[in-house]
C-alpha cells in the first residue's frame, strides 16, 4: 500500500477545507481556501504573524483524527524563530509547518485582540479586516552592474512577486530617501503598501522588519470630534479621544457656519482650519496615549455631515445651504493626508465614506455600514440624534434616508438650565407623583439626589445643570405628574404642591427642579425648544415612513452620543420618534464612529457602503409638502395626532392620568427639597 | 430601385476605409476605423477642431467618384459655427456632416502646422500625435434635489459618457474650485483629461470652451538646458530656448557634481534647487515668448543624462558614482510638475524616460526614440558626444549601449584655447598645404577670414577662442599637414614654414593658429586632452561593436549639438568614431531633445521606447577588461591598430603623407599671415 498522496486540511474556526499534497505549506493552503491568516514576511518565518495551532481529537463532521502527527516537526524557520522571538507552546508558523496527513488546524482568533477595547462604546469585535494597508517584508538582493533595473523597480518586483500583486509603484517622496533605506536595512525592508487606489502603491518603507501599522477612525460632528487610534493589522482599538469642535466659536449649529463662510473673506480657512488644527492635535493626543509611532499611522477614515464634510476638505458649503443642496462630490474622497492639512506622513492615506444627499452626509452613510438595518427583516428605524438628525429607515425592502435640523436643544443647549453632558449635569430625574420634588443623577457622581454619598459625590463637580437626556426625562415627567399639558403648556400651580415648585415668570410657568446655586427651572420657553426640536425629528421620521409606506415600526436604533444616554422610554413619552414595544427601541451607541471603524479595517466594507448609498431613496424633507403638518402635529407630547398606545401602556399614563383627575384640585402635602444638604 | 443603405467612405492620408450606414457622421466613422479627428466639444459643431474636406474626383484606386454631393448640405451646427467662427470655404465639421453617399475625406494635416518650427533642429513634422491630455468639452445639466449626486460626479459622468472614457477621477486640488467654475461657465466647461495613468484624471478645468493645451519637451545636459514650448493638440513648437546648466558652478563634469554631493550636507539641495530654478526660469521665458497661458502648461518631458536626472528629482547621485552605478529607479518617472518644484498648475503631468543603465539615462533613451536604429537594416551607431558620450548599437538583431566619460574637452574645455560655442568661436578650419597658415570661420560671421568683410564681421565679436569642432577640424588639419605625427606629437620645426607657426613650450611644440589677442595657439597638452577624450569614446564604440560582432558600420548618426556642428570627415580623422563611408556619416542634430518631443506628443511613443528600453544590452565600459587596450590603441589618430581606409581615401592622406615625404626636410616659403587686418 503506497503512502496517501494528499490528505485533508480543515481551518477553524471558519470550517473551510479541501485536500492538499502532503508537504503543502499550511499558509499556502490557507491563502489558496481564502483563509485569511495574516503574513508581513512573505512566508520566511521571520514575522510570527501567521501562527496556528492543531485541534487535536476526533472530529465526527469531517471523518478524522486530527492529531500533531498532521503537520511536518519544527524545521530550521521555526526553531529560528522561537529562538529568537519566543513560539507559544502548541502554537506553529503556517508558513514552514507543512500538510503531512488530515487536520483540524485552529486559526487563533486576532480579533481577540481586538476585545481589549477601551470605551464601551468603541469596540471592533467581529469586523472584517482586509485592511487599506498591507506591510510587505522583503529581502533584496544587493544590486549588481549586469542587472541595470533600478533599487525601487528591484523592490517592486520583489514585492509584487512574493505577495502576489501587480503594477505596483512607488509614491515619489519615498524615492528620494529610498536607496538609503535599503542600505541602512541591509537589503532587509518592511514596504507598506496600499491597496485601495488604482494600483497598489508603497507608501512608506522601513528598515528591516515592521509590524506596527495604524490608523485613525475619526467621527467629525458639529459640536465633538471623536477618534480611536486602531492597529490596522489586529484590529485593536489603542486609544481613544475626543475633543470640542472648535468651530462652535464661528456658530453653532451648521447653518451659522455656512454663513459665516458666506459673509467672510477668509471665513472657509478659518473654519477649514480650526477643524483640521483640531484633529491634529487628537492624532497627537492619541499617538502620546498609546506609544505608537506617527510614522507607522498610515490610514484614516473620517465621517461627517455634509457640512462638515466639505469644511474639512476646504471645500465651500455655500451650494448645500440653499436648494438644490449640490455637493462638491458625493462619491468616496480618496486624498492624501498631508493634502488636506494633516501633519501625517506624506504617504498617510485618507478615505471619506460617500455620502447619500445634499444633507445626509458620510456620516449616515457610517451609521448604515455599521447597523446594516438592510440585513433586518422587520421595519427597522435608526435615528442619529446631534445638532442634526441624521433618518435611516428599512421597510423590508428598500433604504430611505433622510436629515432634519434640530438643532442643538438636545445637546443642552438652547435652554435656560440646559448644558453639555459633562460632570455637574443632571442626566436622570424623576419627580415624586405625591410631593413634585425631584430625585436625580448627576454625571460624575453614582448615587441619586436622594441616596447616602451624593452631596460627597458632586462636591466637586457641583450640580451645574440639566443635560440632553435630562431635560428628555424632566420634560416627560412634568407630563406623567401632569403639571404639563398635552400642547406643552407648563399649567399654573392647581394645588400647594404644585404651587411649591411652580413659579412665575411673566405670562408662563415654570418648574423648580432643584433650589441652590446655580437654581436649576425649567421654563415654558425651554419646553417649547424641546418641543420644536423633538417636532423636526419626528415629522422627518413620519415622512420618511410615508414613502416606506410604513404605519408601525418593529424596531427604533438610536445612534450617537445623546441617542446612547437617553432613556428610549422617554423618547417616545416625548414624541421624538414613533409609538414601538420599548424593549425594541436600544441605544446603539455611536454607530457613526462605528462605521468608520469598520470602512478603516476593511476594503470590503468600504466596497459594501458605497453599494448602498447608491441604493438610498434620499428625502429632502424641508421641500416636502408633508413635512409642515407632520411638524405642527408632532409638537404635542406626545403627539396631537399619532395615538402611542405602546408608550401610554409603559408608563400605565392613562391609569395615572385618571388618578389625578380623581384627585381634583385638591392640594397634597407641601412637597420638601428630599436633596440632603 | 431603392435608395443605397450604406456608402463606403475613405479617409486620406491614411487611406483607411469602411462602408457605413447612410447619415452617419463622418467623426463617428472616423473614429470606427482608428482615425485620428481631433474634437473638444464632443461632437456639439462648437469647438471646430474636427473639420474636414472632401477630395472632389475619381479614384479609380477604390472605384469611386466622390464630391461634395456625399455628405449631408451644411446643417444648424455648421451654419452656427460658420458665423461665429468662421469657416473655410470646402471645409467641414465632421461631428456635423454625414454620409450621404460613397466619398474621399481629407483630414487637413493638422501636422502641418508644426512644420513652422522656430529652430531647425526641432521639427515635430510627422511625428505621432495622441498626447497624454485630452481637453474635453462638456455642457451638463444643473444640479437637481431630486439627483442628489455631486456636482463633480455628475461631470465624470458626462465626460466619462461623450467622451467615451471608464473611471475618471477628478485631482483633489481642483474640488475647491469646482463648484464656483461649474458656476462661472454656466454649466459649460472644458476638462483636461490625463490619460496616461493608471487611471484618467482632469487635471485642470476651464469655464466655457478652451482649445489650449500646451507642454514642455526638455533636454537637461551637463552644460546646457534647452526646452520647447509646444501646442499639444498640434504638435507646433511655439517657443525654444535655452540656458547654460547653472549646476556649472558645483563641477563642470558630472562626476566633480556627485563629489558636491557627497561632500557637502547641503550639497544635492544646492545642485537640485539650480536645475529646478533654471527650468523655470526657461518655463517664464517660454511661456512670455509664446504668449501662451501658464494655467494651460500641463505636460512636460525631461530627458537628462542618469547623474541629472537624479539631480533634477532631488535624488542622490552618489550610488551612480560609484560601482554596481545602482540607479533609484529606472523605469519612466510620472510625478506631479509641481511635486518636483516647479512653478506650474498643481495639475500639470511630468514623464522622465526610462533609463537603460547605471551610466545610459533617459538622454540615450530619447535617441533611441527619435532616431529608432532598431528600423534600419545596416549595423548603425549612434553618438551623442556631450560631457558624456552616449553610445547605441543596432547589429541588425539587437540594440547595444553604453556610456563614456567623455569629459568636457569637446565642448571646449580643458584645452588653452578652448571656449564654448559661442560667437567668437573658430569653428572651422583648414591649414595652407603649403605656408601652414590658417583660415578660419568664427560663430557669427558668414565669411571665412581670408574673405571680404570677415573683419568687419568680427569687429563685435572678436575673435576670442575655439570651439569643439574647431578643435577636432585643426587637430584633423595639423596632422594631414604633417606637424602632428600618428602618435599625436605635435613635432619640432623641420623647415621655415613650419618655424614660423611652431613655438616652443617648455619641452613639447605648440601651433600657433593665430596672432593677436588673443593669441590662440594649440599646444601639446591640449592634443593629449582631445585624444584622452576621443580614446575615451571609441574604446567604448570599440567595446560595443565586439558585443555586437560587428567589423565595419553601415551607417553613423552623430547626435548632438557638438555633433551637429563637428564635419563627420575630421571625426573619422581625429578617429572619434570607426572608419565608414563619409557620406553615411550624419549629424541628426538634438536627438535626445527629438526624441522628448516625440514622447510629449505621444503616448504611443512612451510606450514604445518602454519597450525598447527593456531590450536593449547594455554595456558599462569601465568594467569591461577590453576597455583599456581599445583605449590605448584609440590614443593614435586616427588609431593605432585600425586602419581607417575609407577616411585616408578620402582625405588622399596616402598621397599627401608620400607628397610631404617627398618634399623632405626642405623648407617652403615662409608663411605669412593671410589674415587681413
Not at 457641583?462 to 415627567?477: A, D, H, N, Q, R
Not at 407630563?479 to 394645588?495: C, E, M, S, V, W
Request: include cysteine.
Amino acid at each position: 500500500m503506497t503512502a496517501p498522496q494528499d490528505a485533508l486540511l480543515v481551518f477553524q474556526p471558519s470550517g473551510r477545507k479541501g485536500r492538499f499534497p502532503i508537504g503543502t505549506p499550511i499558509l499556502d493552503a490557507a491563502r489558496e481556501l481564502g483563509v485569511y491568516v495574516e503574513s508581513v514576511c512573505g512566508g520566511r518565518g521571520i514575522c510570527g504573524k501567521c501562527q496556528v495551532s492543531v485541534a487535536s481529537g476526533k472530529f465526527a463532521k469531517f471523518g478524522i483524527e486530527s492529531s500533531e502527527e498532521g503537520l511536518s516537526p519544527k524545521g530550521f524557520k521555526e526553531e529560528r524563530y522561537d529562538e529568537k522571538r519566543g513560539l507559544e507552546p502548541g502554537m506553529r508558523l503556517s508558513c514552514s509547518a507543512t500538510l503531512q496527513g488530515d487536520i483540524v488546524i485552529d486559526i487563533p482568533d486576532a480579533f481577540r485582540v481586538a476585545g481589549q477595547t477601551i470605551r464601551k462604546d468603541a469596540n471592533t469585535v467581529g469586523m472584517l479586516r482586509d485592511p487599506a494597508i498591507r506591510l510587505c517584508y522583503v529581502e533584496l538582493d544587493e544590486p549588481d552592474m549586469h542587472n541595470p533595473m533600478g533599487d525601487g523597480d528591484r523592490l517592486c518586483r520583489a514585492i509584487e512577486q512574493q505577495f502576489d500583486l501587480e503594477q505596483l509603484e512607488i509614491q515619489h517622496h519615498l524615492k528620494a530617501e529610498l536607496q538609503k533605506i535599503l542600505r541602512r536595512g541591509k537589503w532587509e525592508v518592511t514596504a507598506a503598501v496600499h491597496l485601495d487606489g488604482a494600483r497598489p502603491q508603497i507608501v512608506a518603507l522601513y528598515e528591516g522588519l515592521s509590524d506596527e501599522m495604524s490608523g485613525i477612525a475619526v467621527d467629525i460632528g458639529s459640536t465633538t470630534i471623536a477618534a480611536h487610534l486602531t492597529d490596522l493589522s489586529t484590529g485593536e482599538i489603542l486609544a481613544s479621544a475626543g475633543v470640542a469642535n472648535p468651530q462652535i466659536r464661528f456658530g453653532e449649529d451648521l447653518m451659522s457656519r455656512v454663513s459665516y463662510v458666506m459673509m467672510n473673506d477668509r471665513g472657509l480657512d478659518d473654519l477649514n482650519k480650526a477643524v483640521v488644527d483640531a484633529v491634529n492635535s487628537l492624532i497627537g493626543q492619541l499617538l502620546d496615549m498609546s506609544g505608537r509611532k506617527r510614522s507607522h499611522l498610515l490610514d484614516c477614515v473620517f465621517v461627517a455631515n455634509p457640512v462638515m464634510h466639505h469644511l474639512f476638505l476646504g471645500w465651500d458649503p455655500t451650494e448645500i445651504g440653499q436648494a438644490p443642496f449640490a455637493l462638491v462630490q458625493s462619491s468616496p474622497v480618496h486624498v492624501a493626508a498631508h493634502e488636506i492639512g494633516l501633519d501625517l506622513p506624506k504617504g498617510t492615506q485618507t478615505y471619506l465614506l460617500p455620502l447619500i444627499a445634499g444633507h445626509v452626509g458620510a456620516d449616515a452613510a457610517a451609521v448604515l455600514l455599521a447597523e446594516r438595518p438592510q440585513e433586518n427583516t422587520e421595519p427597522t428605524l435608526i435615528v442619529d440624534v446631534g445638532t442634526n438628525a441624521e433618518i435611516a429607515l428599512w421597510n423590508g425592502t428598500q433604504l430611505f434616508a433622510a436629515s432634519s435640523p434640530t438643532g442643538p436643544a438636545f445637546e443642552g443647549a438652547e435652554t435656560s438650565c440646559g448644558q453639555r453632558a459633562a460632570p455637574g449635569a443632571i442626566e436622570r430625574i424623576r419627580i415624586n407623583r405625591d410631593d413634585l420634588t425631584c430625585r436625580y443623577k448627576v454625571i460624575g457622581t453614582e448615587q441619586w439626589s436622594d441616596e447616602d454619598g451624593f452631596v460627597e459625590g458632586v462636591q466637586t463637580t457641583g450640580v451645574t445643570g440639566i443635560c440632553g437626556s435630562g431635560i428628555i426625562e424632566i420634560i416627560g415627567e412634568m407630563r406623567l405628574a401632569g403639571i404639563l399639558t398635552d400642547d406643552g403648556i407648563i399649567r399654573a400651580p392647581q394645588n400647594e404642591a404644585e404651587q411649591a415648585v411652580l413659579i412665575e415668570h411673566g405670562r408662563t410657568w415654570s418648574f423648580v427642579v432643584r433650589e441652590g446655586t446655580p437654581r436649576l427651572v425649567v421654563t415654558q420657553n425651554d419646553v417649547r425648544a424641546i418641543q420644536l426640536a423633538k417636532a423636526a425629528l419626528y415629522a422627518g421620521v413620519k415622512l420618511l415612513m410615508d414613502k416606506a409606506e410604513l404605519q408601525t415600526l418593529g424596531e427604533i436604533k438610536l445612534a450617537g452620543a445623546f441617542g446612547s444616554y437617553i432613556d428610549p422610554a422617554y423618547a417616545m413619552l416625548l414624541g421624538l420618534v414613533p409609538d414601538c414595544t420599548v424593549e425594541n427601541v436600544r441605544a446603539v451607541g455611536n454607530a457613526a464612529g462605528q462605521g468608520a471603524l469598520r470602512a478603516l479595517l476593511s476594503r470590503g466594507e468600504r466596497r459594501s457602503i458605497e453599494e448602498t448609498a447608491l441604493t438610498v431613496t434620499k428625502i429632502e424633507t424641508a421641500l416636502e409638502p408633508a413635512f409642515q403638518q407632520h411638524f405642527v402635529d408632532a409638537m404635542g407630547i406626545p403627539n396631537s395626532v399619532d395615538a402611542f398606545p405602546l408608550t401610554r401602556a409603559h408608563f400605565d399614563m392613562d391609569a395615572f392620568v385618571k388618578k389625578t383627575a380623581e384627585a381634583g384640585e385638591k392640594p397634597k402635602r407641601r412637597g420638601r427639597r428630599r436633596e440632603r444638604r
